[in-house]
């Protein structure tokens, strides 16, 4: 009876379990049976547990999205003061112009930190600063990619050897057109960062021996992966990442 009472008061929890309660109470002794409920209850949290842990993704060659196009989960709106609120429409993330910085930052566990390609598509809405502030790991550090700085015509990496965007040899002047989608590729491996901007590949820099860090300021809360945007109103879409043989 005390074995009945149980598998009756856990059935609810789904089919399996009354199944495994019926054949528990036709197979095992009666002070076993007094187990059942224990059983239950171990195999409930242990359940729980997995439901509410975060799903760190398992990297691969084969490309990984990191925005599902619907929401924002595995994201968090970047504590940026004064910053606008993202929102997903369409398939696109949209971040919006903000006091001054606005963006999102990954929640979703580890990140490779070498030998890994980043893609994604972003296009300027409206604003005069970088539409795109792509921070990510490298090795045991983070970079910002920034594209549209310093006005809205600097493209380059933030920082190499305390240098940022507008200052080191990744620099590049560019007539970044508004309403325009660009796509993006970072190439991130032991000895160098690559960066394709549409098909033109923009940026080829060696950082073996280098110091390769985040500009000193609120960027560091993007890390370490995140999207920024600066007084502008940005959209994003097709983000995604995948490893790349050494």
């Known amino acids: 009876m005390f074995a009945h009472f149980f598998c009756k008061s856990f059935c609810f929890l789904s089919p399996t379990f009354a199944l495994l309660c019926f054949r528990m109470t036709r197979a095992l002794n009666p002070i076993p049976i007094l187990l059942v409920p224990f059983v239950l209850l171990f195999t409930t949290a242990s359940l729980w547990a997995q439901t509410a842990a975060p799903s760190t993704n398992r990297w691969s060659t084969q490309w990984t999205p990191l925005f599902d196009g619907?929401?924002?989960?595995?994201?968090?709106?970047?504590?940026?003061?004064?910053?606008?609120?993202?929102?997903?429409e369409a398939g696109e993330m949209k971040i919006p112009t903000g006091d001054d910085l606005s963006g999102i930052t990954w929640t979703n566990g580890p990140l490779p930190k070498t030998n890994y390609e980043i893609s994604l598509d972003t296009v300027k809405v409206?604003?005069?600063?970088?539409?795109?502030?792509?921070t990510f790991p490298v090795a045991d550090s983070s970079c910002s990619l920034i594209v549209g700085g310093w006005g809205g015509g600097i493209v380059g990496l933030s920082s190499i050897d305390g240098l940022d965007a507008s200052e080191n040899e990744t620099s590049h002047s560019m007539a970044l057109e508004t309403g325009h989608w660009y796509h993006?590729?970072?190439?991130?491996?032991?000895?160098?960062?690559?960066?394709?901007?549409?098909?033109?590949?923009?940026?080829?820099?060696a950082t073996a021996g280098r110091k390769v860090a985040l500009r000193a300021g609120p960027?560091?809360?993007?890390?370490?992966?995140?999207?920024?945007?600066?007084?502008?109103?940005?959209?994003?879409?097709?983000?995604?990442?995948?490893?790349?043989?050494?």
């Open 70 to 88: 619907k929401t924002l989960t595995n994201w968090a709106m970047t504590d940026f003061a004064g910053h606008g609120e993202v929102s997903v």
């Open 184 to 205: 993006i590729v970072v190439r991130v491996t032991e000895k160098k960062i690559e960066v394709w901007l549409d098909k033109d590949k923009i940026i080829d820099v």
């Open 219 to 246: 960027i560091y809360l993007s890390a370490p992966l995140g999207i920024a945007t600066y007084a502008t109103t940005a959209k994003v879409k097709d983000f995604k990442l995948r490893l790349i043989e050494p």
């Open 126 to 134: 409206q604003g005069g600063d970088f539409f795109c502030g792509l």
